[in-house]
């Protein structure tokens, strides 16, 4: 279900088993969006979400999970620097799901009891230029339901691209029902992500991320820097990763080019 609700624009998915009877899964999601950043005040957010919420994405980290919790950011809903994107939402269980990208098929899943679909672990590759986005899904009585997203990836923005934030508080691995309650450790414990844009002139965008967990019984601290650039026709990102529990780092270098109608 969707609709407004106290001035809110609300989001309910609830999945059960008919001859139990009993209810599986519910997922409550409240919030808005702004495209000009006019929401809460001095923050300026283009969005915030309260309830059940996807976790903030991080370019190495990941994009976590659906987690209860709050999300706010000021950051473009329809642009990125980035070379994924996030793909995450709900869907009916038991039916299968399609990924395409500006016609191509990326991917196909099928849609598990707790009728969550992420597009693998929720990061999806994105090209420089128009990312087109359509979800097909498939229903086991021949029923097909289709929806659309568009991520631009535009050297463009890259230059506007100072201040921006997003910033999620959640509880690992809760939602606001579920029969089966999760059993791994730390369940429950507080997830804290936050990530941070700003323009830097002709280099582009400079990033810094952190994410604090309980990772199977084990606190976790990972933080990471990253800068996005573009040069001649390329679009480049540089990124840095360092997991401050084992003192590990990973280094991840992206280039993007379009050559006609084909993306590399």
Same mark, same amino acid.
């Given at each position: 279900? &969707?609709?407004?609700?106290?001035?809110?624009?609300?989001? +309910?998915?609830?999945? /059960?088993?008919?001859?139990?009877?009993?209810?599986?899964?519910?997922?409550?999601?409240?919030?808005?969006?702004?495209?000009? /950043? %006019?929401?809460?005040?001095?923050?300026?957010?283009? &969005?915030?979400?309260?309830?059940?919420?996807?976790?903030?994405?991080?370019?190495?980290?990941?994009?976590?999970?659906?987690?209860?919790? +709050?999300?706010? #950011?000021?950051?473009?809903?329809?642009?990125?620097?980035?070379? &994924?994107?996030?793909?995450?939402?709900?869907?009916?269980?038991?039916?299968?799901?399609?990924?395409?990208?500006? *016609?191509?098929?990326?991917?196909?899943? $099928?849609? *598990?009891?707790?009728?969550?679909?992420?597009?693998?672990?929720?990061?999806?590759?994105?090209?420089?230029?128009?990312?087109?986005?359509?979800?097909?899904?498939?229903?086991?009585? /021949?029923?097909?339901?289709?929806?659309?997203?568009?991520?631009?990836?535009?050297?463009?923005?890259?230059?506007?691209? &100072?201040?921006?934030?997003?910033?999620?508080?959640?509880?690992?691995?809760?939602?606001?029902?579920?029969?089966?309650?999760?059993?791994?450790?730390?369940?429950?414990?507080?997830?804290?992500?936050?990530?941070? *844009?700003?323009?830097?002139?002709?280099?582009?965008?400079?990033?810094?991320?952190?994410?604090?967990?309980?990772?199977?019984?084990?606190?976790? #601290?990972?933080?990471?820097?990253?800068?996005?650039?573009?040069?001649?026709?390329?679009?480049?990102?540089?990124?840095?990763?360092?997991?401050?529990?084992?003192?590990?780092?990973?280094?991840?270098?992206?280039?993007? $080019? %379009?050559?006609?109608?084909?993306?590399?």
């Amino acid at each position: 279900m &969707s609709g407004d609700f106290l001035g809110q624009s609300a989001q +309910v998915f609830a999945s /059960g088993t008919a001859d139990k009877p009993h209810l599986d899964s519910l997922r409550v999601t409240l919030g808005r969006q702004d495209p000009d /950043g %006019n929401l809460l005040g001095p923050l300026h957010a283009t &969005s915030y979400q309260f309830g059940d919420v996807n976790t903030v994405s991080l370019p190495l980290i990941g994009s976590g999970a659906q987690e209860q919790g +709050v999300t706010v #950011t000021n950051m473009p809903l329809d642009t990125t620097t980035r070379t &994924s994107t996030q793909i995450r939402g709900d869907a009916p269980p038991g039916w299968d799901g399609e990924l395409y990208r500006n *016609e191509v098929r990326i991917d196909i899943r $099928h849609i *598990e009891t707790v009728g969550k679909e992420d597009g693998g672990n929720g990061d999806v590759d994105v090209v420089v230029g128009d990312n087109d986005f359509k979800l097909l899904f498939y229903g086991p009585q /021949g029923e097909v339901r289709e929806e659309h997203r568009h991520v631009g990836v535009l050297p463009s923005q890259l230059a506007g691209q &100072s201040g921006r934030y997003a910033f999620s508080a959640t509880r690992t691995d809760e939602t606001t029902w579920q029969r089966t309650k999760p059993t791994t450790p730390g369940a429950g414990d507080p997830d804290i992500a936050a990530y941070y *844009e700003h323009g830097v002139g002709t280099l582009g965008t400079a990033n810094v991320g952190i994410r604090t967990r309980n990772d199977e019984g084990t606190e976790r #601290t990972f933080a990471e820097a990253g800068l996005a650039s573009y040069f001649m026709g390329t679009f480049l990102n540089a990124d840095l990763g360092y997991d401050a529990t084992d003192s590990q780092h990973t280094e991840v270098l992206s280039a993007r $080019h %379009n050559f006609g109608l084909q993306s590399a």
